[in-house]
């Protein structure tokens, strides 16, 4: 039976090798229809992407800036130009200790490496670093919630991390003087890396049940097909899930009281 229009969302644990755009390259073949990720995982990473089917691409935005989590192996005293495996040797360095580890906490600016996915000069950075053009990356501003140091027997570190979106783990390994050996996602907001499978559609409901919901009754997800605001409890801003018999029907923002659709799924 070929999947609903509006899709769904698939938990993919995936292997270290493929890009993330060759895992949803995969996931389209496999439900025939469009799709999309909300986060890549460098090639040589593992763990947990989420991609989205159908017209549930709709609801990336609500997916790309939930916290995630990762446990890594860094090799400290040796910096690399990707910041992981794959690159080339950049430099020796003192082998950073367990305060240096420990002061990452909270929130620091860390460069992004330049083997990553962010457009310098209308160009996405790793293409020019495999053109071997120096450019000089911008800082970005990360919080690290969670750093446990599961072992430091140097120069080997093992860190389990919980860090805001758009922090790149490479960059925290070389603050730290070293480069990653090995890195998995274990966790994206509320979905673990454990519930994934690859062929399970989850509804397009799953990809948003951490945000606030907003039951519709009779008549009023023909409004919001509409594209008309509805009346929401007062103290509720932000995206707010408008449900109907269990089924999601879009998105809307809510600001004073009022939600306004923004994304229409079912």
Not at 70 to 78: D, E, H, M
Not at 167 to 195: E, K, N
């Amino acid at each position: 039976m070929a999947p609903p229009p509006e899709g769904g969302l698939v938990l993919v644990d995936k292997e270290a090798g493929p890009s993330s755009f060759a895992v949803v390259r995969r996931v389209r073949a496999r439900f025939g229809l469009k799709a999309g990720h909300a986060g890549t995982l460098d090639p040589f990473a593992t763990g947990l992407l989420l991609c989205l089917v159908g017209r549930s691409t709709r609801l990336a935005r609500y997916l790309v800036g939930l916290d995630k989590r990762y446990t890594t192996t860094i090799r400290l005293g040796l910096r690399t130009t990707t910041g992981d495996t794959e690159g080339d040797e950049l430099e020796r360095t003192e082998v950073a200790t367990r305060a240096d580890v420990e002061a990452l906490r909270g929130e620091i600016e860390l460069p992004v490496p330049a083997a990553s996915a962010v457009k310098v000069g209308g160009e996405r950075a790793y293409r020019l670093h495999r053109r071997g053009v120096a450019v000089e990356m911008p800082t970005r501003r990360s919080t690290v919630h969670d750093l446990e140091i599961v072992r430091l027997e140097p120069p080997d570190l093992e860190l389990e991390l919980r860090v805001s979106t758009g922090t790149y783990v490479r960059a925290i390994a070389d603050a730290l003087g070293g480069h990653c050996t090995a890195l998995r996602r274990t966790a994206v907001g509320p979905f673990l890396v454990q519930d994934a499978d690859e062929e399970a559609l989850l509804p397009p409901l799953a990809a948003v049940e951490h945000l606030p919901r907003r039951d519709l009754e009779a008549g009023e997800a023909d409004a919001v097909r509409a594209g008309r605001p509805l009346p929401v409890g007062a103290g509720v801003d932000g995206p707010v899930a408008l449900v109907a018999a269990g089924r999601l029907v879009g998105v809307a923002q809510s600001s004073a009281g009022v939600a306004r659709p923004e994304t229409v799924i079912g």
